[in-house]
């Protein structure tokens, strides 16, 4: 098969030779073998003078292909801005007098007339926005944990059958507690402030903790992204020697790295299985309180029922977070309410000395009447905490503050009425503890209340749904999810999102959950450990960001993790022990997804390392010289791939496979740093390839995980061409200050410090070593100006004054036009990799197979600019790895 994609391949570039338009209209796809033969240049006067090994081996490409060979390319001896320069040598950087600075110095300014995307973030909110955003926080933050009265007694009593009052007195002791402990100081007093600028979750840790040392395992970080400035990173405290052997350990250690990730991508596996068991448990208990009011429902019916409710949540989930949470959020109001009013007029009528549970001795007394029986409750009791994450995640959609406020004085009272209402009703009613919530409603507000509670129920259902695809569009930003089709839902409210294919995945799983486990026990165990799964990757990650970034003391860092970490560890404990009940199922289900995203991370790094391995030698480029050893055709290719520094080898490949490239070439490498947002004026960095009369660049295009593309390819090419007008303009404006300071008396030359440039961060530069010295040398030592890099040369002769600068820009900035005027083709390199034939089994099985299907099913970065088939061009290379 690959053989014949190239020979297929070769056959069209022969016939298609010498029509330049086929860069316009026409689309290619090949493949190439990594392994089997080197593209290998021959100069013209290879018979006459035959390279010498020396010469061969600088000439040599990184790639290989068996289409064609290049065309012998014009002999030009140029000096080229090798992207592999030492970053130590000082003949060719800026000596910086703030921070570091690496070769992508110059950034984008501001693009007029454009919005940025976090311009809404930073906007002054109306009044009546901000009632819209109060109603939308209680369905979507706190529907998980409002609901959570509906099961945790039953569950509890199930599992240690109540003998005495004292039973009901230590059991609501230990809900009261884990209310307190967990969502209240753990979640909304502590982790709520680890966000990473808005953003909750496990991947925001990760985020927040790759941002300040070099943690992640894909090696495309760059010094410039530090300059971003939604970093604002604060680099540890020389005093705090603690921060700085985390940090090193961090960076240097292969091990700590995987393990972070390993971590990470755990708490993730456990957020999607959460998505699963929390519709099924949420809707099956709500429903479940038919049997309660109609005596002739059977189990039978409810699950039936909860199917058709389960079908429907997921279906209206297209429809947004701000559409659906606007309408559901006085319904949660509504259940607040509810819960402190039946749990009010229980205490008042049966028995209002259950607040003596807030004495924690009750526990005690639990566990020494009970013992087994009491350590086999805990795994009812984590149930009250369960939405703690889902608060946490779900908080890209509002501030910390907002969510501290509502929990605090609204949802946390509200809760704790209806536990001690249930209790008092539990106190004269030992029998109806198997269905707590239910049996102590009024009679009179029975129907009303099981209908809020069916919505509240759903609401819950979404707040978590919701989590999901947060995590899952934060985990595809950071390389370890594959790339799927992403709608957001809102054009006010950006990062409300919904993903068609993980809903109905998690869909169809709560509905395999609800089908085959209909048992309310057996599907809380398995919320628990879905649950508590999630809870002690945070308390990890959250330790490992007070002792790198928040850099407290060493003893609040051990009580932190001793207390929580030991607690979450107990309740564990509690849930494992009944694993073979049926919650397996969802342990099961959290390693697959671990699979498939340590699968795709490591088929990604393979891929990337690959890739930085085999890019194209500049002693190549510069032989090929200006034309590329080809034809240049005007317009302008924007070849894509994910190298951040280097010439991809899949560029060599369009060289061997067209008949023709493009007047302007563009490099650009879509790139997700460990933030939530990037800027509008930040977006791209440029810098040059080749000499001028190359007309190569590399951008980086730069998005947060949070940041939306939605623009289209015209909007992306204008955004494209301008930032490069202006890097150029600036470019310039440097080149200018250096050959001023060049005329410089010599006590100015040692005074050179004082001559500063502002950058567009606002950072301030030294110019007392020249930028573009390389340039100048170039020039110097063979100057050529081309105003076409496939037309005539124009050399400036020994008596003929050198170009003036303004003239020189106006040539090059009219020539990016006539090249935009022309028209863009998007080249595609689509790079797989295939295990080696000696490669161990089980890399092949997970190279060849597993991560093959994941890359064939997944979707391409390109298809979120929506650009048209006949402006792309699409070549396949096969890395051997």
Not at 73 to 100: F, I, Q, Y
Not at 392 to 401: M, P
Not at 445 to 466: C, D, G, H, M, Y
Not at 473 to 485: E, I, N, R, V, Y
Request: glycine residues 6%; proline residues 4%.
């Amino acid at each position: 098969m690959q053989a014949a994609a190239s020979s297929s391949s070769s056959s069209q570039s022969a016939d298609d030779e010498g029509d330049p338009e086929m860069l316009n209209n026409g689309v290619i796809s090949t493949s190439t073998d990594s392994t089997e033969s080197r593209w290998v240049f021959h100069p013209h006067d290879d018979d006459d003078n035959p390279p010498s090994d020396d010469d061969d081996d600088d000439f040599r490409a990184s790639i290989h292909s068996r289409t064609r060979t290049t065309r012998p390319p014009p002999h030009h001896h140029h000096t080229l801005d090798s992207e592999d320069e030492d970053d130590d040598d000082e003949e060719h950087r800026l000596v910086r007098t703030g921070p570091a600075i690496d070769s992508f110095d110059v950034e984008a300014l501001d693009v007029p007339g454009v919005a940025t995307t976090t311009d809404y973030f930073y906007q002054d909110i109306s009044l009546g926005k901000k009632i819209v955003l109060a109603f939308q926080t209680l369905g979507v933050v706190f529907g998980d944990v409002g609901t959570s009265p509906l099961y945790t007694f039953s569950v509890m009593f199930r599992k240690a059958p109540i003998e005495e009052n004292d039973d009901i007195l230590g059991a609501l002791s230990l809900v009261l507690y884990t209310l307190i402990l967990i969502p209240l100081v753990k979640y909304v007093l502590i982790v709520l402030w680890a966000n990473d600028d808005g953003e909750g979750g496990t991947f925001a840790l990760y985020s927040l903790i790759c941002r300040h040392s070099k943690a992640s395992l894909l090696p495309n970080q760059l010094p410039s992204d530090a300059r971003i400035s939604s970093f604002r990173l604060k680099v540890p405290s020389p005093e705090l020697e603690r921060s700085l052997k985390i940090k090193e350990r961090l960076e240097t250690s292969l091990t700590s790295k995987k393990i972070l990730l390993i971590l990470v991508l755990a708490g993730t596996s456990m957020v999607i299985a959460n998505g699963v068991v929390t519709p099924a448990m949420s809707v099956l208990s709500s429903v479940g309180g038919l049997k309660v009011g109609i005596d002739a429902v059977e189990q039978d019916e409810v699950v039936m029922i909860s199917v058709a409710c389960l079908v429907i949540l997921f279906t209206v989930q297209k429809y947004g977070t701000s559409k659906v949470g606007l309408a559901v959020g006085p319904a949660l109001l509504i259940w607040f309410c509810s819960l402190a009013g039946i749990g009010i007029y229980n205490l008042l009528k049966y028995d209002s000395s259950v607040f003596r549970a807030f004495n924690p001795v009750h526990i005690y007394y639990f566990f020494k009447r009970n013992s087994t029986k009491a350590w086999y409750s805990l795994g009812g009791c984590i149930l009250c905490a369960t939405g703690s994450e889902a608060m946490f995640a779900d908080l890209c959609y509002f501030s910390v503050r907002s969510v501290q406020l509502s929990f605090v004085f609204l949802v946390l009272p509200c809760l704790l009425l209806g536990y001690l209402g249930q209790a008092a009703y539990l106190m004269e009613n030992h029998a109806d503890a198997g269905r707590a919530f239910f049996a102590s409603v009024p009679s009179g507000a029975f129907w009303p209340t099981f209908l809020i509670a069916n919505v509240a129920a759903l609401i819950a259902s979404r707040a978590t749904t919701t989590a999901t695809f947060a995590c899952i569009k934060q985990s595809t930003a950071l390389g370890c999810f594959p790339c799927l089709k992403i709608i957001h839902t809102s054009r006010k409210f950006m990062g409300q999102i919904y993903i068609p294919v993980i809903n109905w995945f998690l869909l169809g799983v709560s509905l395999v959950l609800v089908c085959s486990i209909s048992s309310i026990d057996e599907i809380g165990n398995a919320y628990g450990i879905a649950e508590l799964g999630v809870m002690m990757m945070t308390t990890i990650l959250v330790t490992l960001v007070m002792l790198l970034i928040w850099q407290i003391h060493i003893i609040i860092v051990l009580s932190f993790v001793v207390l929580f970490l030991g607690l979450e560890l107990t309740f564990f404990s509690s849930v494992l022990w009944s694993v073979a009940d049926g919650s397996w199922i969802i342990l099961v289900f959290a390693v697959i997804m671990f699979l498939i995203m340590y699968i795709w991370n490591y088929g990604s790094k393979l891929k990337y390392e690959t890739e930085v391995k085999q890019k194209l030698s500049m002693d190549l480029m510069r032989e090929l010289g200006s034309n590329l050893g080809t034809i240049r055709a005007p317009g302008i290719g924007l070849v894509y791939n994910e190298l951040v520094k280097g010439i991809p080898a899949i560029f060599g490949h369009f060289l061997t496979t067209l008949p023709a490239i493009h007047s302007m070439i563009i490099f650009v490498s879509i790139k997700y740093v460990p933030v939530s947002m990037v800027p509008q004026s930040e977006r791209f960095l440029f810098r040059r390839v080749c000499p001028k009369n190359y007309h190569i660049f590399r951008c980086i295009a730069r998005y947060g995980y949070k940041d939306v593309r939605k623009e289209n390819h015209q909007t992306f090419e204008q955004l494209l061409i301008e930032s490069l007008e202006k890097f150029i303009r600036r470019e310039a404006q440097e080149k200018s200050l250096e050959s001023d300071g060049d005329d410089d008396t010599d006590s100015e030359e040692e005074n050179s410090g004082s001559r500063v440039l502002i950058a567009p961060n606002g950072s301030v530069y030294s110019l007392g070593v020249p930028l573009l010295a390389e340039f100048k040398d170039t020039n110097t030592s063979n100057p050529v100006l081309g105003a076409s890099t496939s037309e005539e040369v124009h050399p400036a002769s020994p008596n003929h004054p050198v170009f003036d600068a303004e003239q020189s820009l106006e040539r090059e900035l009219s020539f990016i036009h006539k090249a935009k005027e022309s028209g863009v083709v998007y080249l595609l390199g689509h790079g797989d990799i295939r295990a080696r034939k000696d490669s161990w089994f089980i890399k092949k099985l997970v190279i060849n197979y597993f991560y093959a299907f994941l890359r064939n099913n997944c979707s391409r970065g390109i298809t979120t600019l929506s650009v048209p088939h006949s402006h792309l061009m699409q070549v396949a290379m096969t890395y051997m790895v």
